[in-house]
Every structure is written in C-alpha cells, then in structure tokens.
C-alpha cells in the first residue's frame, strides 16, 4: 500500500502541473478528485469533484 500512496502522490503532482499549464478542465478536476479519495483525503477529493462539476454543467 505503501507505494500505492506515492504512486498517487506524483499523480497528483503531475495533474497540479497540467491544470496550472491551462485553461481549468473538467476531467483534470475529477481525476484529482479520484487521487485524493484514494489517499483518503475526502475533504480535498469532495471540492475537485464539485469543480469537475461545476466545469462539466
């Protein structure tokens, strides 16, 4: 599990690149939301998952 946390530690890392690298996306958003729940940081996950939303409506 130990490398499963770091593994979506760089995810995250690598989508905080792209969304700062353009304009906001949806799918970026909802991706983010996904590493975070996973790395149970449910607070984070829940506010990208509303942004991919809100993009996405």
Known sequence: M???????????????????EGTPS???????GLVHRQVADVKAAVLFFNEALMLDA
């Open 26 to 32: 949806g799918v970026i958003y909802a991706k983010l």
């Open 2 to 20: 130990y490398f499963l946390i770091l593994l979506y530690t760089e995810a995250a890392e690598e989508l905080a690149a792209l969304h700062a």
